[in-house]
């Protein structure tokens, strides 16, 4: 079984391999139709077959004269001129006459009649004519060798009868997705299945390369099965990508696999997630093996796979745009590795503010999520909050700053809200949510750090929603766009076998929590004190989901008897469901941004038809105050 060989950093590690495999196999050339080349790099220089354009042309509208006859019109000296004998008509791109050398614009003509036309000032001599070879003298070089085709350079190339180019052929890459698990995603998964995506989410990222994906099928964790398929891929491709089995468990045969074939030269890199990268070659192609995990592989993708496709098929290595944002929160970091932290980004009046997502190797949707990635050097354990760090975007900069940024509590009508901005708005505008809980929702605003805040924050001695909350915590003006009362209670399984009916009876169940600081653990702490109930008799207090719809799907799963969540949650699962109270689910949001467009966005998707017949499609809520605003002045209320 292979063992790690090092734990050197990205960019050493990155620039070996590439010195030791630069020239293992050049990339070949072929002659492709002009008509084919976009995006190709030639790998000659292609010169022009004839000359643009090809003749004398006119470059205008008007007639075509000897400049001689012209030289002394001016205003108090009107020149007539016979058709035939002293000018021609023309239109732009008529070939000019021998006898001709100058064109003068229609604008520029007196008046026409009987064939007599009248100057009133003089022709320079092949004024608004396009001479042979303006633009591209036949056996001129038009593109240089190394050269990324452009549609500009297509167009260059055809007006000088440039038929065939040669560039460098395709740069293939196989991908091998491995494990005795994993399934087409075409079939029923059982329990135990993994249904195989990586080597889609490859696809898409080496097109981007401008490389061609080559996928091969599944292989189950056998040494020979893997074996061959990687010997068929280098045989077929110029690189081979093996998808798990790169790290050291009992099944893990990439390294031994790459070197029996040919060579591992670095096995181990000092970044996370992704360190059990393998970087090898055979057969004089290289072979990166990468781990199974989707945000592993990906981070090996973009900072090891693309460098070294941009290099072998003679690409400059572009990075992405970066820009400079405040941290919302403090990141921890390994001092052994350089770590890649996922971000969502929001433009908060003018500052953006970078607020980090899921930080699991095998968390697919924290790359969906995520607007760009903060790379934390090794040998640093971390960065503050409030600190100004560089982020590496992944997504355009008008997309984020024409998107909405909420943190607070979580429920399935912002699912709703966002969904409805982005139709409204042809993708324009949409709504980017962090489910923190109320608590920490109220917080963010508070530090400026998002748009909206939703939150059902119960007080216990008004026994009323949110407004106390927002008095206590924030020092501004603020305003409540009601949204809607929702109905929360207990959540159980379908036809309740435990006859579970009131709080007193969690006490005998599993049970699953929501964590601390969001609205719904305040309302069930304040449930377990009303009725003398200790948390310690609860199976599960300790247990934490961060979403209602999480809470939901682990009682379908028969990993908790029972949970507390909205109705419309245990609706989507085909849950039972107790009620206890009606709570009042609100956006935060500063005074001073009740006039930006953002809110009358958000108002008016609130206020519409369809937002509310989907909400109240989906049961458990109530829209009677939905849309209106409640002020709170801080001076005044304080």
Not at 294 to 317: F, R
Request: aromatic share 8%; charged share 25%.
């Amino acid at each position: 079984m292979g063992r790690y060989l090092t734990n050197i950093p990205l960019e050493e590690g990155l620039n070996r391999y590439l010195q030791e495999i630069k020239y293992l196999n050049p990339l070949k050339s072929e002659y492709i139709d002009i008509d084919k080349c976009l995006n190709k790099v030639t790998s000659s220089a292609v010169y022009a077959n004839l000359s643009s354009p090809f003749y004398n042309c006119s470059a205008m509208d008007g007639v075509a004269v000897k400049s001689s006859s012209t030289f002394m019109a001016n205003e108090q000296n009107i020149v007539s001129l016979k058709d035939q004998e002293d000018y021609i008509e023309v239109d732009t791109g008529d070939p000019i006459p021998k006898e001709f050398d100058a064109v003068i614009m229609v604008e520029d003509l007196l008046e026409k009649e009987n064939g007599i036309i009248k100057i009133y000032k003089p022709a320079i001599p092949w004024q608004h004519i396009r001479c042979l070879g303006e633009d591209i003298v036949e056996s001129e070089m038009i593109v240089p060798s190394f050269h990324k085709i452009r549609p500009q350079d297509i167009g260059a190339m055809i007006s000088a009868k440039v038929e065939k180019v040669k560039v460098f052929k395709d740069f293939k890459v196989g991908i091998i997705p491995t494990g005795t698990e994993l399934i087409d995603r075409h079939k029923v998964p059982k329990i135990g299945d993994i249904i195989e995506f990586n080597s889609k989410l490859f696809e898409g990222l080496l097109i981007g390369y401008e490389a061609v994906p080559v996928i091969y099928p599944i292989v189950e964790d056998n040494y020979e099965k893997i074996k061959e398929s990687v010997l068929n891929a280098i045989n077929e491709c110029d690189m081979v990508l093996i998808n798990a089995g790169s790290s050291q468990g009992r099944e893990d045969y990439t390294h031994d696999i790459i070197d029996e074939i040919g060579a591992v030269l670095i096995h181990g890199l000092a970044i996370k997630p992704g360190k059990p990268a393998i970087l090898g070659h055979g057969q004089n192609k290289p072979i990166i093996g990468i781990p199974g995990y989707p945000v592993s592989a990906w981070v090996v993708l973009e900072n090891i796979v693309k460098p070294i496709i941009n290099e072998l098929t003679y690409k400059e290595n572009k990075k992405n745009q970066s820009i400079e944002a405040t941290l919302s929160k403090r990141v921890m970091s390994s001092l052994k590795y350089e770590e890649f932290v996922r971000v969502k980004i929001g433009n908060i009046n003018g500052n953006y503010i970078a607020t980090p997502v899921k930080r699991g190797a095998g968390t697919v949707t924290s790359l969906v999520n995520a607007d760009g990635v903060i790379k934390i050097s090794q040998n640093i354990e971390g960065i503050d909050e409030g600190s100004k760090v560089e982020v590496e975007l992944l997504n355009d900069l008008y997309g984020i700053d024409k998107t909405i940024v909420s943190i607070g509590s979580h429920d399935l009508v912002m699912d709703l809200i966002n969904d409805e901005l982005t139709k409204s708005s042809f993708g324009k505008v949409k709504l980017s949510s962090t489910h923190v809980g109320s608590f920490q929702g109220i917080l963010s605003m508070k530090k400026g750090e998002c748009h909206i805040s939703p939150i059902h924050l119960f007080d216990v001695e008004s026994e009323t929603y949110n407004e106390a909350y927002i008095k206590k915590y924030i020092e501004e003006d603020m305003a409540l766009i009601k949204l809607v009362k929702r109905t929360q209670g207990i959540i159980v399984k379908k036809g309740n076998p435990l006859n579970i009916k009131s709080i007193y009876d969690l006490v005998d169940c599993r049970f699953i929590n929501r964590q601390n600081g969001s609205g719904t653990r305040i309302l069930f702490d304040y449930l377990l004190q009303k009725e003398n109930i200790k948390k310690s008799k609860i199976n599960g207090y300790e247990r934490e989901e961060f979403t209602h719809m999480s809470i939901a799907k682990a009682i379908q799963n028969d990993d908790a008897d029972c949970g507390i969540g909205v109705y419309s949650a245990a609706k989507v699962f085909d849950l039972d469901f107790i009620p206890i109270c009606e709570e009042e689910y609100d956006l935060l949001i500063k005074i001073k941004d009740l006039e930006a467009d953002f809110t009358k966005d958000l108002l008016k998707i609130i206020n519409g038809k369809i937002f509310k017949d989907k909400v109240n499609k989906l049961g458990g809520y109530n829209l009677e105050d939905s849309g209106n605003i409640m002020i709170y002045n801080y001076n005044i209320e304080n």
